[in-house]
């Protein structure tokens, strides 16, 4: 099966700063790859789709890239409510990274 | 608008089953496919198993092959997860959400606490 790796786990940044989040999957999963955003006591939610495109009333700051197994989420300058975890997942069978806290430094 | 409304918290006991309910609304229910994944303390999302509303077929994650059952009521535009035989490391929060190619819409989570 395949696996997707985040890393950082962690990332510290200041509030205008540039966050790039990075998904490694053990195999090609094509740009079937999607990244969502969970905050405390909430349900995700979908943030990219398809390695590049934006989810509905997704703000532009967020933008994705990559393709076969290497994949970044980049936030361009943080909003205090981009504080939270990201997780990506892949279509073939629906598994889940580990996540990356983005948290405030 | 899309809602994925899920039933309430239950605590349970170590060997007993849970049925979990995520009422959909806002959409015609049998033309898309609900997911189960959940969330134990701490850890990241586990996809658990899928039903297509339409017509009833079902796949599970090999996880829980043989202790997850997920059916639906299309009358009631209702999809239900049952995890059988539970253990305390089945402690989490379950979600449903709705794959519109991805998982577009999710219920509120429904808290399962499994402890003696």
């Known amino acids: 099966e395949i696996v997707l790796t985040q890393s950082p786990a962690t990332l510290s940044l200041s509030p205008g700063e540039r966050a790039t989040l990075s998904c490694r999957a053990s195999q090609s999963v094509r740009n079937y790859l999607a990244w969502y955003q969970q905050k405390p006591g909430q349900a995700p939610r979908l943030l990219i789709h398809?390695?590049?495109n934006r989810a509905t009333g997704i703000p532009a700051r967020f933008s994705g890239s990559g393709s076969g197994t290497d994949f970044t989420l980049t936030i361009s300058s943080l909003e205090p409510e981009d504080f939270a975890v990201y997780y990506c997942q892949q279509r073939s069978n629906w598994l889940f990274g580990g996540g990356t806290k983005v948290e405030i430094k | 608008q899309v809602q994925l409304v899920q039933s309430g918290a239950e605590v349970k006991k170590p060997g007993a089953s849970v049925k979990v309910s995520c009422k959909a609304s806002?959409?015609?229910?049998?033309?898309?496919?609900i997911h189960w994944v959940r969330q134990a303390p701490g850890q990241r999302l586990e996809w658990m198993g899928w039903i297509d509303a339409g017509n009833g077929n079902t796949k599970y994650s090999q996880n829980f092959q043989g202790r997850v059952t997920i059916t639906r009521d299309t009358s009631a535009s209702t999809a239900y997860m049952q995890l059988s035989s539970l253990r305390s490391e089945d402690t989490a929060v379950y979600y449903c959400?709705?794959?519109?190619?991805?998982?577009?819409?999710w219920g509120q989570g429904t808290l399962v606490p499994v402890s003696s």
């Open positions: 959400a709705r794959e519109n190619r991805w998982f577009d819409s």
């Open positions: 806002g959409y015609t229910f049998t033309t898309y496919t």
């Open positions: 398809d390695t590049s």
